[in-house]
């Protein structure tokens, strides 16, 4: 179950903030939602006030002392920014220092030469998995969208059969893979093994990716068949340099964090007893804090002075990593202050007792939670944090295993039919030169089939786990 922080309310933190009934309580979530959604969508204001707005809203609604709501907001976003913040801005940087030092272009560069007309497809969604590892999906959409223009316009391929894979493969690492900020706070809202999800992630992940990228662009392309605009083909990063670094040294940096979690996890399930030593010491070394911060400094060398930077160069291209997270990190700390206010009032317990007279498997539940906040706000780091607190409770009896599961149900959840109300639609519309009906037979169809697909093979995972 989430943690309350200890300097939260002067209540006992086992109590809620208010002792409102199912009925108040349910009204209570409707109306805090439902104001962030009017807020966001109609007033166009920005994700972290309306979040701000909605959990007193929900406060208010539900009973409880406006003194106490703050304060619940207030812990639960400094938990969750202390939990992923610094995860989130070494993410960035790792994935700037991929982007500036020609890394990825050489990523894409060396798999593409070596694949066939047949195989470009497939050789996207490959380069969107890798590249899209350590990057937020809107750096990673900038990123790939020269190369995706550029490989349809090259090869005569229709723009959506080489596109939609680029997309299905940053999508998924979005919604699935930590270290991107949704997974992260949900494996911490859940208290699940960052090492087990991870690696049940890249298992769902790859046939998710597979049927919503090469499989579903098939598709995609007879119903929306259109020719790569001219005017949106970008300079790529790495025109500039006059080197960059090598295609394996490459790969190995942006792996590098996840093989060391993977390492950990390993070793927590082989050995299994915490005072052995060489599970302490893998402890330190697989957790992600530790991983991450290994990876930025190795990519510092075998990025950075790899592609010629100097230290001088190294030094501004961190620095510059830093601003666009900003946004990021004060939405995802708002969205754990909702998060919390919404377990702080008790909804997550309301939630686990109604529950218990379905039937309905908790993996489903959370997916469909998460369905409902994902349509309602367009944001699926929304949609996850949300959801992770709502069914939080539900993973106190859970296995090791099942919690792993439940963070990657609200992931499919969170990537539900992304419509109108979220920014990718409009980004992934412009770049590609669609209009929103075609946006809506491509991008959002594909969204939902990852979503969808991922939740069977969660609800698979479950049956044999």
């Known amino acids: ?123 996207m969604v490959l380069i969107a998995g890798i590249v899209g590892l350590p990057i937020f999906f809107e750096v990673g959409i900038v990123l790939l969208i020269p190369v995706v223009l550029l490989v349809a316009k090259r090869g005569n391929f229709s723009l959506m059969r080489i596109g939609i ?93 996840v093989v060391m979690m993977l390492a950990k996890a390993l070793v927590d399930i082989v050995i299994d007893d915490p005072e052995n030593v060489t599970q302490r010491i893998f402890d330190v070394v697989g957790s992600p804090l530790i991983a991450l911060l290994t990876a930025v400094l190795v990519a510092m060398f075998t990025l950075g002075r790899a592609a010629g930077f100097t230290r001088g160069r190294i030094a501004t291209t961190v620095e510059r990593a830093f601003g666009p997270i900003a946004g990021v990190l004060l939405i995802v700390g708002a969205g754990g202050g909702f998060k919390q206010t919404l377990v702080d009032s008790g909804v997550g317990q309301m939630i686990l007792e109604i529950s218990k007279d379905w039937n309905i498997s908790a993996l489903l539940l959370a997916w469909l939670i998460a369905v409902a906040i994902r349509l309602a706000t367009g944001s699926a780091t929304v949609a996850t944090i949300s959801a992770a607190g709502l069914v939080a409770p539900l993973a106190a009896d859970m296995s090791t295993t099942h919690s792993a599961l439940l963070v990657l149900a609200i992931g499919s959840g969170s990537l539900f039919f992304s419509h109108v109300n979220d920014a990718g639609f409009w980004m992934v519309k412009e770049y590609f030169g669609m209009n929103v009906g075609q946006t809506l037979k491509t991008w959002s169809v594909m969204e939902t089939l990852i979503s969808v697909v991922g939740i069977v093979c969660v609800l698979l995972l479950s049956l044999v786990l």
């Not at 050489?106 to 694949?115: C, E, S, Y």
């Open 1 to 123: 179950m989430t943690h309350l922080s200890v300097e939260m309310l002067a209540a006992d933190a086992t109590e809620p903030i208010t002792s409102a009934g199912h009925a108040q309580l349910g009204i209570a979530v409707l109306a805090g939602i439902a104001v962030i959604v009017l807020l966001i969508t109609k007033f166009k204001l920005h994700a972290f006030l309306s979040l701000i707005i909605g959990s007193l809203v929900l406060g208010a609604v539900a009973g409880a002392p406006l003194d106490k709501a703050i304060a619940s907001f207030s812990a639960g976003l400094g938990t969750t920014v202390a939990g992923t913040g610094v995860l989130i801005a070494l993410g960035a940087v790792l994935g700037k220092l991929l982007a500036d030092s020609g890394g990825a272009d050489q990523i894409v560069d060396t798999i593409l030469a070596r694949a066939s007309g047949r195989a470009m497809p497939w050789a």
């Open 165 to 257: 894979p680029a997309l299905a493969g940053l999508s998924v690492m979005h919604g699935l893979i930590p270290p991107h900020p949704g997974p992260l706070v949900a494996i911490d809202a859940v208290g699940a093994n960052l090492g087990i999800t991870l690696a049940l992630g890249v298992v769902v992940a790859i046939p998710t990716a597979i049927i919503a990228g090469p499989v579903f662009s098939r598709y995609a392309a007879r119903w929306v068949d259109i020719a790569p605009p001219e005017n949106m083909v970008p300079q790529r990063p790495s025109e500039d340099l006059e080197k960059r670094p090598g295609f394996v040294t490459t790969v190995a940096t942006v792996l590098l964090p």
